[in-house]
Protein backbone atom coordinates (compact mmCIF):
# COMPACT_ATOMS: atom_id res chain seq x y z
CA UNK A 1 0.00 0.00 0.00
CA UNK A 2 -0.94 9.93 3.87
CA UNK A 3 -1.17 13.69 3.84
CA UNK A 4 -2.34 16.06 0.91
CA UNK A 5 0.21 18.49 0.57
CA UNK A 6 -0.56 22.69 -0.82
CA UNK A 7 0.13 22.72 -4.36
CA UNK A 8 1.16 26.83 -5.33
CA UNK A 9 0.71 27.22 -8.96
CA UNK A 10 1.55 30.08 -10.82
CA UNK A 11 -0.82 32.45 -11.98
CA UNK A 12 0.86 33.03 -15.33
CA UNK A 13 -0.29 31.55 -18.98
CA UNK A 14 1.99 28.80 -19.29
CA UNK A 15 2.23 27.81 -23.18
CA UNK A 16 1.87 23.79 -23.55
CA UNK A 17 2.56 22.12 -26.28
CA UNK A 18 2.54 18.06 -27.05
CA UNK A 19 4.71 15.85 -29.42
CA UNK A 20 1.90 14.14 -32.10
CA UNK A 21 -1.31 13.39 -30.57
CA UNK A 22 -2.80 15.37 -27.86
CA UNK A 23 -1.38 13.41 -24.87
CA UNK A 24 -4.53 14.82 -22.29
CA UNK A 25 -7.39 14.51 -24.53
CA UNK A 26 -5.44 10.42 -25.17
CA UNK A 27 -5.98 10.02 -21.54
CA UNK A 28 -9.20 11.66 -21.20
CA UNK A 29 -10.45 9.16 -23.85
CA UNK A 30 -10.00 5.88 -21.30
CA UNK A 31 -9.80 7.07 -17.92
CA UNK A 32 -11.46 8.69 -15.22
CA UNK A 33 -10.37 12.44 -15.96
CA UNK A 34 -13.12 14.10 -18.30
CA UNK A 35 -10.14 16.93 -18.75
CA UNK A 36 -6.89 17.26 -18.04
CA UNK A 37 -5.19 20.92 -17.57
CA UNK A 38 -1.94 20.21 -17.84
CA UNK A 39 -0.28 23.85 -16.74
CA UNK A 40 -2.21 23.29 -13.46
CA UNK A 41 -0.28 19.72 -12.89
CA UNK A 42 2.94 21.90 -13.16
CA UNK A 43 4.56 21.90 -9.65
CA UNK A 44 3.73 19.06 -8.70
CA UNK A 45 -0.41 19.03 -8.19
CA UNK A 46 -1.67 15.35 -8.54
CA UNK A 47 -5.11 14.91 -9.85
CA UNK A 48 -6.94 11.34 -8.75
CA UNK A 49 -10.12 9.73 -8.94
CA UNK A 50 -11.27 6.80 -7.53
CA UNK A 51 -12.03 3.97 -9.49
CA UNK A 52 -16.17 3.22 -10.07
CA UNK A 53 -17.41 0.12 -7.57
CA UNK A 54 -15.81 -3.13 -9.16
CA UNK A 55 -17.98 -6.31 -9.71
CA UNK A 56 -15.10 -8.08 -8.26
CA UNK A 57 -16.11 -7.78 -4.83
CA UNK A 58 -11.88 -8.48 -3.21
CA UNK A 59 -11.35 -5.32 -5.70
CA UNK A 60 -10.54 -1.37 -5.74
CA UNK A 61 -8.58 0.67 -8.08
CA UNK A 62 -7.70 4.19 -8.39
CA UNK A 63 -6.30 6.60 -11.62
CA UNK A 64 -3.80 9.51 -11.03
CA UNK A 65 -2.32 11.64 -13.68
CA UNK A 66 0.31 13.99 -12.85
CA UNK A 67 3.48 16.04 -14.31
CA UNK A 68 7.37 14.57 -13.80
CA UNK A 69 9.66 17.04 -14.23
CA UNK A 70 11.80 15.40 -16.93
CA UNK A 71 12.05 14.29 -20.14
CA UNK A 72 9.62 11.56 -21.38
CA UNK A 73 12.78 9.10 -22.17
CA UNK A 74 14.61 9.71 -18.93
CA UNK A 75 11.24 8.95 -17.35
CA UNK A 76 10.49 5.97 -18.98
CA UNK A 77 14.05 4.85 -18.91
CA UNK A 78 13.82 6.06 -14.76
CA UNK A 79 10.57 4.27 -13.60
CA UNK A 80 10.96 0.79 -13.83
CA UNK A 81 14.05 0.57 -11.56
CA UNK A 82 13.23 3.14 -9.48
CA UNK A 83 14.27 2.86 -5.97
CA UNK A 84 11.74 3.94 -3.49
CA UNK A 85 13.22 2.73 -0.61
CA UNK A 86 15.39 6.08 0.75
CA UNK A 87 12.32 7.41 1.30
CA UNK A 88 10.95 6.92 4.56
CA UNK A 89 7.32 7.96 4.57
CA UNK A 90 6.78 4.70 2.14
CA UNK A 91 8.08 2.47 4.39
CA UNK A 92 10.27 -0.06 2.41
CA UNK A 93 12.87 -1.57 4.67
CA UNK A 94 14.58 -3.86 1.72
CA UNK A 95 14.02 -3.35 -2.14
CA UNK A 96 16.04 -5.83 -4.50
CA UNK A 97 15.72 -5.68 -8.51
CA UNK A 98 17.40 -8.52 -10.62
CA UNK A 99 17.28 -9.50 -13.91
CA UNK A 100 18.66 -13.43 -14.04
CA UNK A 101 18.54 -16.12 -12.10
CA UNK A 102 22.00 -16.27 -10.90
CA UNK A 103 21.47 -12.41 -9.05
CA UNK A 104 18.13 -12.73 -7.34
CA UNK A 105 19.79 -11.16 -4.45
CA UNK A 106 17.60 -12.94 -1.77
CA UNK A 107 20.50 -13.48 0.11
CA UNK A 108 20.21 -9.82 0.83
CA UNK A 109 16.86 -10.24 3.06
CA UNK A 110 17.24 -9.67 6.80
CA UNK A 111 15.20 -9.23 9.76
CA UNK A 112 15.93 -6.85 12.16
CA UNK A 113 14.25 -7.79 15.46
CA UNK A 114 14.61 -4.11 16.98
CA UNK A 115 11.83 -2.75 14.81
CA UNK A 116 8.70 -4.12 15.08
CA UNK A 117 6.99 -4.92 12.11
CA UNK A 118 9.60 -7.09 11.01
CA UNK A 119 9.52 -8.59 14.55
CA UNK A 120 5.89 -9.32 14.10
CA UNK A 121 6.71 -10.88 10.67
CA UNK A 122 9.33 -13.57 12.24
CA UNK A 123 6.85 -14.52 15.41
CA UNK A 124 3.71 -14.94 12.13
CA UNK A 125 6.44 -17.14 10.21
CA UNK A 126 7.07 -19.19 13.86
CA UNK A 127 3.44 -19.42 14.22
CA UNK A 128 2.37 -19.99 11.19
CA UNK A 129 -1.60 -22.27 11.41
CA UNK A 130 -3.38 -23.67 8.87
CA UNK A 131 -6.45 -22.37 10.33
CA UNK A 132 -4.94 -18.72 10.63
CA UNK A 133 -4.51 -16.75 7.34
CA UNK A 134 -1.48 -14.51 9.05
CA UNK A 135 0.90 -15.45 6.63
CA UNK A 136 0.23 -16.64 2.67
CA UNK A 137 1.13 -20.19 1.75
CA UNK A 138 0.61 -22.88 -0.30
CA UNK A 139 -0.33 -25.88 1.56
CA UNK A 140 3.03 -27.45 0.81
CA UNK A 141 5.01 -24.31 1.04
CA UNK A 142 3.44 -24.60 4.92
CA UNK A 143 5.09 -28.18 5.24
CA UNK A 144 8.35 -26.40 4.15
CA UNK A 145 8.49 -24.08 6.63
CA UNK A 146 6.95 -26.50 9.47
CA UNK A 147 10.01 -28.85 7.98
CA UNK A 148 12.54 -25.72 8.37
CA UNK A 149 11.70 -25.15 11.62
CA UNK A 150 11.56 -28.34 13.38
CA UNK A 151 15.35 -28.73 11.38
CA UNK A 152 16.51 -25.93 13.58
CA UNK A 153 14.89 -27.34 16.75
CA UNK A 154 12.01 -25.06 16.76
CA UNK A 155 8.86 -25.65 18.35
CA UNK A 156 5.62 -23.56 19.68
CA UNK A 157 7.80 -20.24 20.25
CA UNK A 158 7.38 -16.73 19.18
CA UNK A 159 10.79 -15.99 20.33
CA UNK A 160 12.88 -14.13 17.99
CA UNK A 161 16.68 -15.08 19.24
CA UNK A 162 19.25 -15.56 16.80
CA UNK A 163 18.29 -19.10 16.06
CA UNK A 164 14.49 -18.23 15.43
CA UNK A 165 15.79 -15.12 12.89
CA UNK A 166 18.16 -17.61 10.88
CA UNK A 167 15.70 -20.30 10.69
CA UNK A 168 12.78 -17.25 9.56
CA UNK A 169 15.81 -16.24 6.70
CA UNK A 170 16.19 -19.51 5.34
CA UNK A 171 12.60 -20.39 4.80
CA UNK A 172 12.34 -16.81 3.02
CA UNK A 173 15.12 -17.49 1.18
CA UNK A 174 14.17 -20.55 0.33
CA UNK A 175 10.69 -19.33 -0.40
CA UNK A 176 11.21 -16.47 -2.91
CA UNK A 177 13.75 -18.39 -5.12
CA UNK A 178 10.76 -21.01 -5.58
CA UNK A 179 8.25 -18.84 -6.26
CA UNK A 180 10.48 -16.97 -8.64
CA UNK A 181 11.40 -20.31 -10.50
CA UNK A 182 7.27 -21.14 -10.46
CA UNK A 183 6.92 -17.68 -11.78
CA UNK A 184 9.62 -17.59 -14.91
CA UNK A 185 9.17 -20.90 -16.10
CA UNK A 186 5.31 -20.31 -16.44
CA UNK A 187 4.09 -16.92 -15.41
CA UNK A 188 0.95 -16.35 -13.27
CA UNK A 189 -0.90 -19.36 -13.90
CA UNK A 190 2.25 -21.34 -12.63
CA UNK A 191 2.52 -19.92 -8.69
CA UNK A 192 1.69 -21.85 -6.26
CA UNK A 193 -2.08 -21.01 -4.69
CA UNK A 194 -2.51 -19.16 -1.17
CA UNK A 195 -4.15 -22.54 0.17
CA UNK A 196 -2.60 -23.17 3.40
CA UNK A 197 -5.37 -21.88 5.34
CA UNK A 198 -8.95 -23.18 4.97
CA UNK A 199 -9.80 -20.98 2.01
CA UNK A 200 -8.18 -20.88 -1.49
CA UNK A 201 -7.18 -18.08 -3.72
CA UNK A 202 -5.29 -18.65 -6.90
CA UNK A 203 -3.10 -15.22 -7.97
CA UNK A 204 -3.73 -15.40 -11.69
CA UNK A 205 -7.71 -15.35 -11.00
CA UNK A 206 -7.21 -12.62 -8.69
CA UNK A 207 -5.39 -10.54 -11.65
CA UNK A 208 -7.70 -11.49 -14.20
CA UNK A 209 -10.75 -10.31 -12.21
CA UNK A 210 -8.91 -7.53 -11.44
CA UNK A 211 -8.63 -7.01 -15.67
CA UNK A 212 -12.19 -8.36 -15.87
CA UNK A 213 -13.72 -4.66 -14.42
CA UNK A 214 -11.56 -2.24 -16.26
CA UNK A 215 -12.30 -3.72 -20.14
CA UNK A 216 -11.92 -0.19 -21.21
CA UNK A 217 -8.31 0.25 -20.26
CA UNK A 218 -7.72 -2.92 -20.89
CA UNK A 219 -8.97 -2.80 -24.61
CA UNK A 220 -6.91 0.18 -24.50
CA UNK A 221 -3.60 -1.42 -23.62
CA UNK A 222 -4.27 -4.70 -25.09
CA UNK A 223 -1.40 -4.16 -27.84
CA UNK A 224 0.94 -3.72 -24.94
CA UNK A 225 -0.82 -6.60 -22.46
CA UNK A 226 -0.64 -9.42 -25.39
CA UNK A 227 3.09 -9.40 -24.74
CA UNK A 228 2.95 -9.67 -20.98
CA UNK A 229 1.74 -12.77 -18.99
CA UNK A 230 -1.17 -10.34 -18.38
CA UNK A 231 -3.00 -11.84 -21.78
CA UNK A 232 -0.21 -13.76 -23.13
CA UNK A 233 -0.16 -17.26 -23.29
CA UNK A 234 3.31 -17.88 -24.17
CA UNK A 235 5.11 -20.72 -22.30
CA UNK A 236 7.64 -19.71 -21.10
CA UNK A 237 6.10 -16.62 -20.75
CA UNK A 238 7.05 -13.42 -21.77
CA UNK A 239 9.99 -11.49 -20.03
CA UNK A 240 9.56 -8.54 -17.95
CA UNK A 241 12.51 -5.66 -17.61
CA UNK A 242 12.73 -6.13 -14.33
CA UNK A 243 12.00 -8.43 -11.28
CA UNK A 244 12.02 -7.48 -8.00
CA UNK A 245 11.37 -8.37 -4.40
CA UNK A 246 10.61 -5.84 -1.35
CA UNK A 247 10.49 -6.24 2.38
CA UNK A 248 8.08 -3.08 3.71
CA UNK A 249 5.72 -2.04 6.48
CA UNK A 250 2.22 -3.10 6.10
CA UNK A 251 -0.53 -1.52 8.26
CA UNK A 252 2.40 -2.38 11.34
CA UNK A 253 3.57 -6.13 10.02
CA UNK A 254 6.49 -6.13 7.67
CA UNK A 255 5.58 -7.89 4.48
CA UNK A 256 7.41 -9.49 1.92
CA UNK A 257 6.58 -9.40 -1.68
CA UNK A 258 7.63 -10.27 -5.35
CA UNK A 259 6.91 -8.65 -8.60
CA UNK A 260 7.58 -7.97 -12.42
CA UNK A 261 8.07 -4.57 -14.46
CA UNK A 262 6.79 -4.62 -17.99
CA UNK A 263 7.16 -1.65 -20.63
CA UNK A 264 6.77 -1.16 -24.23
CA UNK A 265 7.96 2.33 -26.15
CA UNK A 266 5.32 3.24 -28.48
CA UNK A 267 5.72 6.03 -31.60
CA UNK A 268 4.45 9.00 -29.38
CA UNK A 269 4.19 7.22 -25.93
CA UNK A 270 5.21 4.31 -23.51
CA UNK A 271 2.79 1.91 -21.66
CA UNK A 272 4.25 0.23 -18.64
CA UNK A 273 2.45 -2.41 -16.45
CA UNK A 274 4.18 -3.19 -12.57
CA UNK A 275 2.29 -6.23 -10.71
CA UNK A 276 3.07 -7.70 -7.34
CA UNK A 277 2.40 -11.74 -7.82
CA UNK A 278 2.74 -12.18 -4.32
CA UNK A 279 2.47 -10.43 -0.77
CA UNK A 280 2.74 -12.74 2.16
CA UNK A 281 -0.07 -10.66 3.62
CA UNK A 282 -2.82 -7.99 3.96
CA UNK A 283 -3.27 -8.12 -0.07
CA UNK A 284 -3.44 -11.17 -2.69
CA UNK A 285 -2.10 -8.95 -5.54
CA UNK A 286 -1.59 -5.62 -7.06
CA UNK A 287 -1.25 -4.12 -10.52
CA UNK A 288 -0.26 -0.65 -11.58
CA UNK A 289 -0.73 0.58 -15.51
CA UNK A 290 0.85 3.58 -16.78
CA UNK A 291 0.90 5.90 -20.17
CA UNK A 292 3.97 8.44 -20.07
CA UNK A 293 3.39 10.88 -22.66
CA UNK A 294 5.97 13.69 -23.62
CA UNK A 295 5.21 17.18 -22.90
CA UNK A 296 6.36 20.64 -23.38
CA UNK A 297 5.65 23.03 -20.94
CA UNK A 298 7.00 26.71 -21.37
CA UNK A 299 9.72 25.86 -23.51
CA UNK A 300 10.81 22.36 -20.47
CA UNK A 301 10.33 19.18 -21.95
CA UNK A 302 8.50 17.13 -19.35
CA UNK A 303 6.50 13.65 -18.64
CA UNK A 304 2.61 13.66 -18.69
CA UNK A 305 1.69 10.33 -16.72
CA UNK A 306 -1.54 8.71 -16.09
CA UNK A 307 -1.48 5.73 -13.59
CA UNK A 308 -4.11 2.92 -12.77
CA UNK A 309 -3.54 1.23 -9.57
CA UNK A 310 -5.95 -1.84 -8.54
CA UNK A 311 -5.30 -3.74 -5.66
CA UNK A 312 -7.44 -7.65 -4.50
CA UNK A 313 -7.26 -7.92 -1.00
CA UNK A 314 -9.45 -10.19 1.08
CA UNK A 315 -10.99 -7.33 3.84
CA UNK A 316 -12.64 -5.80 0.52
CA UNK A 317 -14.96 -8.83 0.32
CA UNK A 318 -16.69 -7.56 3.42
CA UNK A 319 -17.11 -3.86 2.71
CA UNK A 320 -19.60 -1.98 0.71
CA UNK A 321 -20.71 1.66 0.37
CA UNK A 322 -19.29 4.44 2.62
CA UNK A 323 -16.81 1.38 3.84
CA UNK A 324 -15.60 0.71 0.64
CA UNK A 325 -15.52 4.45 0.05
CA UNK A 326 -13.27 4.81 3.04
CA UNK A 327 -10.57 1.88 1.57
CA UNK A 328 -10.59 4.46 -1.79
CA UNK A 329 -9.64 7.17 0.13
CA UNK A 330 -7.07 5.45 2.18
CA UNK A 331 -5.35 3.86 -1.15
CA UNK A 332 -5.18 7.27 -2.68
CA UNK A 333 -3.46 8.96 -0.07
CA UNK A 334 -1.14 5.78 0.14
CA UNK A 335 -0.61 6.16 -3.66
CA UNK A 336 -0.17 10.11 -3.97
CA UNK A 337 2.75 9.50 -1.63
CA UNK A 338 4.18 7.15 -3.92
CA UNK A 339 3.12 9.67 -6.44
CA UNK A 340 5.47 12.87 -5.06
CA UNK A 341 8.30 10.82 -4.44
CA UNK A 342 8.56 9.43 -7.44
CA UNK A 343 8.05 13.01 -8.71
CA UNK A 344 10.83 14.49 -6.69
CA UNK A 345 13.53 11.84 -7.68
CA UNK A 346 12.41 11.73 -11.56
CA UNK A 347 13.14 15.15 -11.64
CA UNK A 348 17.03 14.86 -10.68
CA UNK A 349 17.08 12.27 -13.91
CA UNK A 350 17.00 15.69 -16.31
CA UNK A 351 20.48 15.79 -18.20
CA UNK A 352 21.63 12.11 -17.18
Known amino acids: MRHLRCILLSLCVLAVSARAADPAAEITSFSEFKKIDVPSLVGGQIMAERGAPMNFPRGISVQTCFIADCPAKDAARFLPEWD ?25 LAFDPEKKPMRRLVERTLEANPDKADIQLS ?56 DASRAKYVVNSEIQSLLADEQKIVKRFEEFLV ?94 GVDQMVYGGVLLQEVKKVVRAFQKDAAKQRGK
Open 227 to 320: KTPFLSKSSPPPKPVINYWALSDVQGTANISMGAFYAEAFPDHWKMADVTYYASSDYFTSMVLYELWPVTVDGRESTLVWRLDMVSAPKLAFTK
Open 139 to 194: FNEFAQLQKCLTDAGIKGTSSTGKNELEAAKRFWDGFLANRWQQFQQGGFEALSPY
Open 84 to 108: ASPHPELKIYMLGFFKETDKTTFER
